[in-house]
């Protein structure tokens, strides 16, 4: 019981941290230098799946998780909103959430012509079907498409963007901001693109309902249906589109 205490105060102190512009910076070289001096000896350890990829995962946001603590704790001010504090208006939950598949389905398809610009080569394309069918596919599930989606969403939207629109940022400014942190941090252009465009997305839907459980369940659904379509049609390119696979239908 007092661990559980113990770990629900520290989650506490993380979600109480709203940076500013300077503090979401922070945030991105705690996870990008110090989240991969980290995790680089996780790397090494390949005979050991769980350890390797999983591990290594969440090894990168530790520093930051760290600092957002000591941030969140030394401040002694409470955010006016919650990191999670559902208003759905006269919309019903569950009406949205049935309708989350849909949409973004549907911004997929709007967002196609932008993100197929940049063509995929063919080394990153290996890389990412050897990181969904190289190793266990409980495991790469686990770190693609349920640690991703609750780390990043997190990270991104409930610390980042609450955190910009705390300290005065514009809805337009702090959604943009938090976009362009969540895209430099895949680190490479061919994922940057479109997780700009997503990061839109979850950002405007989490700014509208202050769930944090929305832009969660998109970005599961949005890794889901790449980790899927990887498993079941290996042989297809990294770039393929809803339109090559519909003939344009």
């Known amino acids: 019981t007092k661990r559980f205490i113990s770990l629900n105060n520290m989650i506490k102190q993380i979600t109480d941290y709203t940076p500013t512009l300077k503090g979401c910076w922070i945030l991105f070289f705690c996870v990008t230098i110090c989240g991969s001096l980290l995790s680089a000896p996780a790397n090494l350890l390949k005979e050991y799946p769980i350890v390797s990829t999983l591990l290594s995962y969440i090894l990168l946001f530790i520093p930051a998780a760290i600092y957002a603590y000591f941030k969140g704790k030394s401040s002694g001010q409470k955010p006016v909103h919650k990191i999670n504090a559902p208003f759905w208006g006269k919309l019903h939950p569950a009406i949205l959430f049935m309708m ?36 266990s596919s409980i495991i790469s599930f686990l770190t693609t498409c349920i640690c991703a989606a609750l780390i990043e ?19 337009l400014k702090a959604i943009l901001w938090s976009s362009f942190f969540f895209a430099i941090l895949h680190l ?21 309902t202050r769930c944090l459980w929305v832009p969660i369940f998109l ?20 770039s393929v589109t809803i339109r090559d696979l519909v003939d344009n239908s």
């Not at 549907?106 to 990153?124: H, K, L, M, N, Y």
């Not at 997190?154 to 005065?168: A, D, S, Y």
């Not at 249906?225 to 498993?231: A, I, M």
Request: net charge negative.
């Open 100 to 135: 989350l598949p849909f949409i973004l389905a549907a911004f997929i398809v709007v967002c196609e012509p932008i993100t197929s610009i940049i063509t995929v080569p063919e080394w990153f394309d290996n890389i990412m079907k050897n990181t969904v069918l190289g190793e």
């Open 153 to 171: 969403e997190f990270l991104c939207r409930g610390i980042m963007l609450r955190g910009l629109l705390e300290n005065g940022y514009s809805p």
């Open 188 to 208: 490479n252009p061919w994922q940057a693109i479109p997780a700009f465009l997503f990061g839109l997305l979850f950002g405007w839907i989490y700014y509208r």
């Open 219 to 238: 970005h599961f659904l949005n890794n889901s249906t790449s980790f899927v379509l990887y498993k079941l049609f290996p042989e297809l390119p990294a």
